[in-house]
T-cell receptor, first 114, second 113 residues
Framework: GAGVSQSPSNKVTEKGKDVELRCDPI?????LYWYRQSLGQGLEFLIYFQGNSAPDKSGLPSDRFSAERTGGSVSTLTIQRTQQEDSAVYLC????????????FGPGTRLTVL | QQQVKQSPQSLIVQKGGISIINCAYE??????FPWYQQFPGKGPALLIA?????SEKKEGRFTISFNKSAKQFSLHIMDSQPGDSATYFC????????????FGGGTRVLVKP
């Protein structure tokens, strides 16, 4: 079946603009995660969804970052007033709730803030 | 605070050799330790995982060794192949800390033909 998909694959924006990143998880996966990967670095947890609710938002770096999930499926990560330090690859992953360690990642969205 | 420390940052091995990547953790509440493999331009993919009640797990050429008392675990890639060239991440999960993975910093492995 289809894996996790993310769009766009690349996004170049100007400092101060808002951006929206989309994630389509694997069908039936109720758990969804957003991570950020800076160049040559590890993965930084941002937020976790269980269904449409987000019990763990602890990784969101500032109030410019928000995310929502609708219908227990598609999720959108929004970054307002982008800054250059927001430049990174944003990765989405999904899993079955009973197998949260086995996360399936999408290809990521590479965000470049000029 | 880096809860999972991974070493080395990079590794070069000859084809047929053994690649060894080490990870150490502090949080004794971690109860699941997966390894992910990431190729350039792709998202990480689950490679192999272990729970702390097991000291070793082998899948094909990939083996995880786990030392609970030392709070360390390692990935061994036997008979390394050029196609194994990728970045490898160890991770750890604690149910008590919520359903998220804490990742190590990654190891870039290059297997020379």
């Amino acid at each position: 079946g289809a894996g996790v998909s993310q769009s766009p694959s690349n996004k170049v924006t100007e400092k101060g603009k808002d951006v929206e990143l989309r994630c389509d998880p694997i069908s039936g996966h109720t758990a969804l995660y957003w991570y950020r990967q800076s160049l040559g670095q590890g993965l930084e947890f941002l937020i976790y969804f269980q269904g449409n609710s987000a019990p763990d938002k602890s990784g969101l770096p500032s109030d410019r970052f928000s995310a929502e999930r609708t219908g227990g499926s598609v999720s959108t990560l929004t970054i307002q007033r982008t800054q250059q330090e927001d430049s990174a690859v944003y990765l989405c992953a999904s899993s079955l709730v009973e197998r949260v360690g086995e996360q399936f990642f999408g290809p990521g969205t590479r965000l470049t803030v000029l | 605070q880096q809860q999972v420390k991974q070493s080395p940052q990079s590794l070069i091995v000859q084809k047929g050799g053994i690649s060894i990547i080490n990870c150490a953790y502090e949080n004794t509440a971690f109860d699941y330790f997966p390894w992910y493999q990431q190729f350039p331009g792709k998202g990480p993919a689950l490679l192999i995982a272990i729970r702390p009640d097991v000291s070793e797990k082998k899948e094909g050429r990939f083996t995880i060794s786990f030392n609970k008392s030392a709070k360390q675990f390692s990935l061994h890639i036997m008979d390394s192949q050029p196609g194994d060239s990728a970045t490898y991440f160890c991770a750890a999960r604690s149910v008590a800390a919520g359903n998220k993975l804490t990742f190590g910093g990654g190891t870039r492995v290059l297997v020379k033909p």
